[in-house]
């Protein structure tokens, strides 16, 4: 059975946060007449507020993702869960499963989208240690799943990706895992509008004074600007709503969400000439840092700019008709670094 009219109900964690935020606006602008039907997870009362304040007949649920009683109580009663809020919580996952297995019980249908992360493509530099150098391995969403699939639970995100497919083996829980690479752009949310990889790699040339990258620079990762990412999300939410593509769900529905790649010497290096040219670096040498020197910067950067992360979203472009319109990376840069420099002034 297919959730039907207005009593549709949307549980939605993570809407404080970046990526969270700017899907809740992507279908919210796209479904306004379903925000009396959103729920949201926010653990902090100003930022409840501050969601209240864009969206007023939007429900928030006070909790954290440990509050597996409220997890399982909202999961129980929505038709659609997004959590958009953490990539590797065990238990949340678990709780959100127990609820959705609740309404499976009472014969109900719900759908079920996860956001993870292609970290888990970092697996084989992982094992080999390797560091700054390009791997011609590209994994795809289409008839390669299975790749991603049999990788252990030890890879990054696999062992919660495994729950939520896992949970699709409930005809009536209909499952879908994205996951994004690099995100870049300004998000539109009511609370944290920042991605991770980009601005961090700005606010550490300036910290440095001077840009640098990990050994030779030549690992991959992909990209997808945060609007593009949200406008797949909002497909999700169109598909739940008409319900009619079972295609679109189950164990196997891993998706990809990138839109260009580069290699982190050539993103590093384009930062530099822009940071440069506003005067904020003095040079666009480029230091080479070792991973263990990398890893003083934050303990993941030697996985996150020095390893290969390199996918093909094939399968969101084919069943949803995903189209990615946003500017690249590259002219993204300029703005990217000009919010570092706006943040730093207001911190
Ligand atoms: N940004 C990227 O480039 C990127 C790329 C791929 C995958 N991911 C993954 O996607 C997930 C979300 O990323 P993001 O960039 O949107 O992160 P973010 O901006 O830090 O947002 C995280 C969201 O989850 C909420 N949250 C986290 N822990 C919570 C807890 N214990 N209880 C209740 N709420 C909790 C946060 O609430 P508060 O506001 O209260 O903290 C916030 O709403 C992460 O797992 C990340 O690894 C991110």
């Known amino acids: 059975m297919s959730p039907e009219g207005n009593t549709r109900k949307t549980f939605l964690l993570g809407a404080t946060g970046y990526i969270g935020g700017d899907a809740l606006k992507a279908i919210l602008d796209q479904f306004p007449e379903q925000e009396p039907n959103v729920s949201v997870l926010v653990r902090d009362e100003k930022k409840g507020e501050a969601i209240k304040a864009i969206y007023p007949n939007i429900r928030i649920v006070f909790g954290s993702l440990d509050d597996t009683e409220v997890l399982v109580g909202e999961s129980a009663q929505a038709d659609f869960v997004f959590n958009l809020a953490h990539a590797d919580h065990v238990s949340a ?157 189950g164990t196997d529905s891993y998706y990809f969400a990138e839109n260009g790649e580069a290699p982190w010497g050539d993103i590093s290096a384009k930062t530099a000439e822009v940071m440069h040219s506003k005067g904020l670096i003095k040079d666009t040498d480029i230091e080479k840092l070792s991973p263990q020197d990398a890893a003083k910067i934050f303990p993941h950067a030697p996985l996150v700019w020095g390893q290969n992360s390199r996918s093909s979203a094939i399968r969101g472009r084919k069943l949803l008709g995903w189209a990615p319109k946003q500017r690249s990376l590259e002219e993204e840069l300029p703005i990217a670094v000009d919010y570092e420099v706006e943040r730093q002034k207001s911190n």
């Not at 996952?93 to 719900?110: C, P, V």
């Not at 049999?150 to 895992?177: C, F, M, Q, W």
Request: proline letters at 4%; one cysteine or more.
């Open 93 to 249: 996952t678990n709780a959100i499963i127990a609820g959705l297995r609740q309404r499976s019980a009472e014969d109900k249908t719900s759908f079920y989208v996860h956001c993870s992360g292609t970290g888990i493509l970092l697996y084989d530099d992982m094992q080999t240690k390797t560091y700054g150098v390009a791997s011609s391995k590209i994994y795809n969403d289409w008839d390669g799943v299975s790749e991603m699939t049999s990788y252990p639970d030890a890879a990054p995100h696999r062992n919660v990706d495994k729950l939520v497919l896992g949970a699709g083996e409930d005809t009536h829980i209909k499952t879908a895992v994205v996951c994004p690479p690099v995100i870049y752009g300004i998000g539109r949310g009511p609370v944290n509008q920042r991605s991770l990889q980009i601005p961090l790699l700005i606010e550490n040339f300036i910290k440095r004074g001077k840009a640098f990258q990990i050994a030779e620079g030549k690992a991959y990762w992909n990209n997808v600007h945060i609007h593009d990412l949200s406008d797949l999300f909002a497909l999700f939410f169109q598909e739940a709503l008409s319900g009619d593509k079972k295609e679109v769900w």
